[in-house]
């Protein structure tokens, strides 16, 4: 995904066939990492009003924290994560433990669902 600043608004795209994000940063007043139990990943930008959702589609740890840390540098905001608790798998010699988790261990989570 390429992840850039243009005129206030956090540009966030994803290829030639999927949608354009084009979020006001001004508007952002948080924005979080979610990994839900259907395997669904996506990054949630809380609005007044509303969250727009964008999927995730980077499977590579590298890529994973490369959008990250773009998006925290141009909001100025570190993401909250918010993960299911059935993503984390024992078989995978994961614990569900109430603490953040790195990005090397989200980018597994999202490669293995």
């Known amino acids: ?7 206030g608004k956090l540009i966030l795209k994803d ?4 949608p354009v994000y084009e979020i006001e940063i001004d508007l952002i007043k948080r924005w979080s990492i979610v990994a839900e139990e259907n395997g669904a990943t996506y990054y949630s930008f809380h609005l007044p009003g509303s969250i727009q959702n964008v999927s995730v589609s980077s499977k590579k740890a590298d890529d994973l924290k490369y959008e990250i840390d773009e998006i925290s540098k141009i909001l100025n905001i570190e993401p909250d994560l918010d993960i299911s608790e059935s993503r984390l798998s024992v078989t995978d010699g994961l614990i569900a433990v109430d603490v953040g988790l790195s990005i090397p261990l989200l980018a597994a989570l999202i490669g293995s669902s």
């Not at 290829?15 to 999927?18: M, V």
């Open 1 to 7: 995904m390429k992840v850039t600043q243009e005129i």
């Open 15 to 18: 290829g030639l066939l999927s």
